[in-house]
């Protein structure tokens, strides 16, 4: 019978199968599959991995000094890489959502194939595949992919890896409890999904410094607010977006035409259908006031109370 234990030592032995005294290379997203890979693998290669995490600038508020913070002491050779810079310059003026996606996932293999050819060369590559995504690749497109999600695809010829994919047979539920047992802190081991292109795509339209700093206090704000009182792990995702609305408001004696935020809360099992989590009027008011108060470039808070479909659970 599966216990996490066993299986540990189960993957640990296959990965040093399989790899034998050869370098491996793997992308950390902060998400909890591929940071709980870096800790199995730190166990099983140790200074043969080289764990590379690309900032793409598009991160939540401490989220790159979060995952630092939990993957280094556990022995995981990180590589944190600061490519915000070429980021934003790619994403200037860009406002399609589909053409945002694009151009994050191919400045992201661009940096990738940078950072494995200078720390290079590596024999393996190695994925956070879950049987779910196996499973659904076999299908081919379906409406999953309706939306291009990016992963480490495209690689060029000469940096054609072997693969290593040791939890190609687990659930992400199984994933969460080897985490535990490897010591992963649980804001990341049951944080909630967040998409590759991360703020991208939850600041409508054409991006910018200013806007993605206004979306991540907000989403901070959401996020904390959530967890202070108790909600986080009842939603299965929780998000904020940072609309190009400007409206009328008043502050004091004075009238603002400031930016509307929307939070957006969902409950479901396969992401492929959602409904909109029913937070408590409270605790809505209570975000909507933090909001207002601390985030002075925002004057009004909405809540998403579209399911999916026919709404997708992020805005763009
Ligand atoms: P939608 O918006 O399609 O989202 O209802 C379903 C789930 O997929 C995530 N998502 C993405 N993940 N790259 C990703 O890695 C993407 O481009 C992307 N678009 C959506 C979304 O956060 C939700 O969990």
Redesign the pocket.
Known sequence: DWTAEHIIDELVADVQAQVGDGRVLLAISGGVDSSTLGLLLAKAVGEKLTAVFIDHGLLRLGEREQVEAALKPLGVNLVTVDARAEFMAALDGVSDPEQK?KIIGREFIRAFEREARAYGPFDFLAQGTLYPDVIESAGGEGAAN?????NVGGLPDDLAFKLVEPFRTLFKDEVREIARLLGLPDHIRMRH?????GLA?RCLGAISEEKLDILRRVDDIFISGLREFGLYDGCS?ALAILTPIQSVGVMGDERTYSYTAALRAVTTDD?MT?EWARLPYDFLATMSNRIVNQVHEINRVVYDITG?PPA???WE
Do not use: D, L, N
């Open positions: 996606r309706i939306k291009s999600h990016h999904p967040f998409p590759g292109p795509i995702q992401f959602a999916k997708t659970i992020e």
